[in-house]
């Protein structure tokens, strides 16, 4: 069966610090990969979507980047947090030629900066 | 521009039904989903509309209206454990998926 995982949980990071968010898909080959952020009260944000190693697509200008080094990682970073990044980020999988594009989602990462 | 509308709250009684409302206005369309998240986890699939009519899958059902780009999911028997947001996601003419902010559903005793 398929799985997602995410780590880390849970950061608190200040403000002007590097992040490093990582996902890894297990169970599968070739799934596109997304990054999402969820502010509170709000609805997801789709931050990157990926359809292939190093095949990156941004959805809205930021001072986050995503890379995919490899079919089954998909990894979102920043050189310097801003106040504003702060909130719940969700990475996710979908079958890469599914009819429907059912996500699959991680655990999630909550990101405090202060 | 996308549009995908759900009231922001409801509250309900245990053992009662409730029925949560979405409306959307997409570019094009392929499928309509309901997602239940509950607070700080992730979103977990709960149903998949593509044609209009109602799917029933145990206490839950989905509704879809193509021609008046409107759903619903109607939750019977409500548990406690069913305190959780509910959020509308409509699949474009491109595959991407738009996403309603959620519904934040409170069950009382």
């Known amino acids: 069966s398929q799985t997602i995982h995410q780590w880390p949980a849970t950061l608190v990071q200040p403000v002007g610090s590097p992040l490093s968010l990582e996902c890894t898909v297990e169970?599968?080959?070739?799934?596109?990969l997304y990054w999402y952020r969820q502010a509170a009260g709000r609805g997801l944000q789709l931050l990157f979507y990926?359809?292939?190693?190093?095949?990156i697509s941004s959805e809205v200008p930021q001072n986050l980047s995503a890379s995919r080094p490899q079919d089954r990682q998909f990894i979102l970073s920043s050189k310097k947090l801003l106040l504003s990044d702060s909130g719940f980020y969700l990475c996710?999988?979908?079958?890469?030629?599914?009819?429907?594009?059912?996500?699959?989602f991680g655990e999630g990462s909550r990101l405090t900066v202060l | 521009g996308q549009n995908i509308d759900q009231p922001t709250e409801m509250t309900a009684t245990e053992g009662a039904i409730v029925q949560i409302n979405c409306t959307y206005q997409?570019?094009?369309?392929?499928?309509l989903f309901w997602y239940q998240q509950h607070a700080g986890e992730a979103p977990t699939f709960l149903s998949y509309?593509?044609l209009d009519g109602l799917e029933e899958k145990g206490r839950f059902s989905s509704f879809l209206s193509r021609s008046k780009g409107y759903s619903y999911l109607l939750l019977k028997e409500l548990q406690m454990k069913d305190s959780a947001s509910y959020l509308c996601?409509?699949?474009?003419?491109?595959?991407?998926?738009?996403w309603g902010a959620g519904t934040k559903l409170i069950i009382k005793p």
């Open positions: 509309n593509v």
């Open positions: 169970g599968t080959s070739n799934p596109n």
């Open positions: 990926s359809v292939g190693i190093g095949q």
């Open positions: 996710a999988w979908s079958v890469g030629t599914s009819d429907t594009g059912e996500l699959f």
């Open positions: 997409t570019s094009g369309f392929n499928g």
């Open positions: 996601a409509v699949t474009d003419s491109n595959y991407q998926l738009i």
